[in-house]
Structures are given as structure tokens and as C-alpha cells.
């Protein structure tokens, strides 16, 4: 088998379907598997998927597993040489499988890509962020302050660390590319033991691409394919109501803590946090959001994780 697609599914019925019909009519010339890890969706989509794909591998989670351990759990049902990770807004819109996969069959002889992504585009064509740099404490704590005080004076400060990732149509070596599409060896992938269960849902892509950076794997961005992302579940904490907040902080307290040493991670953590506070202000949030997003806040992990 040349490549497996992964693909996540909750509560995402219509979008992994168009997914899926987008993948089987664009695909040729390499063989592959489709397998889909449904996080216990409520939408009825484990029976218009099995119904609808008979050959799709579906694994059908009994609870929410969150993202990254969905994927863990398809990578280890898969029998591809290469893991193609998707997501479920995204539609192929050209032989992008054929295309990475030929990329990494020419270029990646010494092993030294670990993994390729494409251009996204939306559904008008015009380009999206399709990769980005690596998030320092310095950026998030500029883009943070910066977001705090033009909602606090209504004004419209331009974040300098928020780089416009749409100039490009670039093809080469970036930080680490959008969790959106991710082309990976597999051997790779095992040899990250997968993306770090720690991380419900946000940074686990930028944390599995940092650890490839640490092992000196370049990851690129193909110019040539490109592919359409609905982006049906932004990441952009500044527009997400508190409830997905929730995570997107648990998961950034996570990642810093990992991957700085301990006293820079507590200046980061004692400068952000007030600044976090703030949003529980928000009247339209409900109490029980309220409780449980203060809780994220103190409950800062300590000790660094794996």
C-alpha cells in the first residue's frame, strides 16, 4: 500500500463526505486507503459514511478521543507506506495524493524530509495560511497584549509577529505546515511515536513538527497542488467562543511548558494568564464555561510533560 488517509470526524457528517467523494474522484495512479476515526459522533455520520464508502475503514471511538489520539489510532490501522493526515473540511481538487507521494518517492531518498504539504486555498481560491513559525513565548505574549488592548480602547493595532502566510507561492522549506494536510513517512511517524496524546486538540501538529525540527526533518510546502480548506474549526483563539478556548489555552500552557525550561515557562505563564482572565468577563458566556476555563488557567502543568 503506498499511502493511508487519515482523516478525524466529530460530528462533521456533510464535510467528511464531500472530503471523501473529493478523494476518490480526484486520486489515481497510487494505491490507497481511506480510514476514518469517528470521535463518537452524534450526527448520524458512522452510518452514512459505512453506507455511503463500504471500503472506507471506519473505527468508531465509543467517546471524543480528542484529534491527535484519533490520528495515533488510524496511523495504527494503516498499512500505507505514507500517512496522509486531512482534515475533514478540506476537498481535493487535483491529484494531490499521486503528486506527494511521487515528491517523496524522488526527493526524500536519504530520509531527510519528514513531511509536505500543500497550498490551501478557500472555497473562492484564494490562498489561506498553509504554514507557519514555530510559536514563541515572546509572539504569543505580543499577540495577546496586543489583542487585550485593542479590545480594551477600541483600537485596531496590527500584530507584528502575525506574519500574512497568503503572500506565498512558495515551494520549499517552512517551520512547520498547517495541521490541515500532513504527508508523512510512516517509518517517520513511528519514530515520533505519533503525535503527543498529551494535546486534546490544538498544537498537537506544531508539537509533532517541532520534534522533527529537534531530529533536523525538513518539512515543505509543495507550490504545484493545492487544496481547498473550508476551515469550518478555526484555531484562531480571538475568534472561537470560550468553550474552544478552553482547549486552545489547556493546549498552549501544554506545549510551552514542553518545550521551554521551567522559569521561562512561569514568566510566560504569570504574563499571560491576567491578560486570559479578562475574557471570563464576557456576560454571554455561560457560568459553568466560566468555571471551567478559570480552572484551565490555574491548573497550569507543573511538571514537564512527555
Known amino acids: 500500500m503506498d499511502v493511508s ?3 478525524v470526524n466529530f460530528n462533521t457528517k456533510d464535510l467528511t ?3 471523501l467523494n473529493s478523494i476518490f474522484k480526484h486520486t489515481c495512479g497510487v494505491q490507497f486507503e481511506v480510514i476514518v476515526v469517528d470521535n463518537a459522533s452524534g450526527d448520524g455520520s458512522q452510518k452514512i459514511i459505512s453506507e455511503t ?4 475503514n471506519l473505527i468508531e471511538n465509543k467517546t471524543n478521543q480528542g484529534f491527535g489520539r484519533a490520528n495515533n489510532l488510524g496511523a495504527k490501522s494503516s498499512k500505507g507506506k505514507y500517512l496522509f493526515f486531512l482534515n475533514s473540511d478540506c476537498l481535493l481538487i487535483e491529484n494531490t495524493i499521486e503528486a506527494f507521494y511521487d515528491f517523496m518517492e524522488r526527493k526524500n531518498i536519504d530520509g531527510s524530509i519528514g513531511a509536505v504539504g500543500s497550498l490551501l486555498i478557500d472555497k473562492d481560491l484564494n490562498l489561506n495560511p498553509s504554514y507557519f513559525k514555530f510559536p514563541t513565548i515572546s509572539n504569543v505574549v505580543n499577540s495577546i497584549t496586543i489583542s487585550f488592548v485593542n479590545k480594551l480602547f477600541h483600537l485596531s493595532i496590527n500584530d507584528p509577529s502575525n506574519i500574512d502566510h497568503q503572500q506565498s507561492q ?3 522549506e517552512v517551520e512547520f505546515i498547517s495541521g490541515a494536510d500532513l504527508f508523512i513517512p510512516q517509518k517517520t511517524f513511528d519514530a515520533l511515536h505519533g503525535f503527543d496524546e498529551d494535546f486534546f486538540l490544538y498544537f498537537e501538529e506544531t508539537d509533532l513538527q517541532k ?8 518539512r515543505m510546502i509543495l507550490n504545484n497542488q493545492r487544496i481547498i480548506h473550508l476551515k469550518a474549526g478555526s484555531t484562531n483563539i480571538s475568534n472561537t467562543t470560550l468553550k474552544s478556548s478552553i482547549i486552545y489555552t ?9 518545550n521551554y525550561a521551567y522559569i521561562p515557562y512561569l514568566f510566560f505563564y504569570l504574563l499571560i494568564t491576567p491578560l486570559l482572565i479578562t475574557r471570563l468577563f464576557n456576560r454571554n458566556n455561560s457560568k459553568a464555561e466560566k468555571k471551567e476555563y478559570f480552572n484551565v488557567l ?3 502543568p507543573v511538571n514537564k510533560i512527555n
Open 170 to 172: 512558495y515551494t520549499g
Open 298 to 300: 490555574l491548573r497550569k
Open 211 to 218: 520534534r522533527m525540527s529537534e531530529m533536523e526533518l525538513k
Open 17 to 19: 463526505i464531500d472530503c
Open 5 to 7: 488517509v487519515i482523516i
Open 53 to 56: 464508502f463500504p471500503l472506507v
Open 250 to 258: 489547556d493546549s498552549m500552557y501544554k506545549y510551552f511548558r514542553k
